[in-house]
Nanobody, 125 residues
Framework: QVQLVESGGGLVQAGGSLRLSCAAS????????MGWFRHTPGKEREFVAA????????YSLDSVKGRFTISRDIAKNTVYLQMNSLKPEDTAVYYC??????????????????WGQGTQVTVSS
């Protein structure tokens, strides 16, 4: 099994920054892709960003480009989501996810097999 543990959420004012972390442990794969999603009540879980583990290629939601950056630390088996210029509409529970294999288009929750427990991000206006 794979365990994903997120941290770094919290309350921040609009325009502020937060960095989310997701540490992976347990079963390993030769290649995989890790992503960040977010969910607000009444809406479907929304793709935010993803990174291929071996090559470090990234892709993200248009509305976060230029504000959010996904990165990884291979030695620590950890993926990060640096969130700058936060807006109230970024308020959500943020989840990290993992899918075995490399994908440059894994934007649906169905594309991922393993999930963390989520971390709340609240942006006040």
């Amino acid at each position: 099994q794979v365990q994903l543990v997120e941290s770094g959420g919290g309350l921040v004012q609009a325009g502020g920054s937060l960095r989310l972390s997701c540490a992976a442990s347990g079963r390993t794969f030769s290649t995989y892709t890790m992503g960040w999603f977010r969910h607000t009540p009444g809406k479907e879980r929304e793709f935010v960003a993803a990174i291929t583990w071996s090559g470090g290629s990234t892709y993200s939601l248009d509305s976060v480009k230029g504000r959010f950056t996904i990165s990884r630390d291979i030695a620590k088996n950890t993926v990060y989501l640096q969130m700058n210029s936060l807006k109230p509409e970024d308020t959500a529970v943020y989840y990290c996810a993992l899918r075995p294999g490399t994908s440059y288009s894994a934007r649906s929750p169905k594309d991922y097999d393993y999930w963390g427990q989520g971390t709340q991000v609240t942006v006040s206006s």
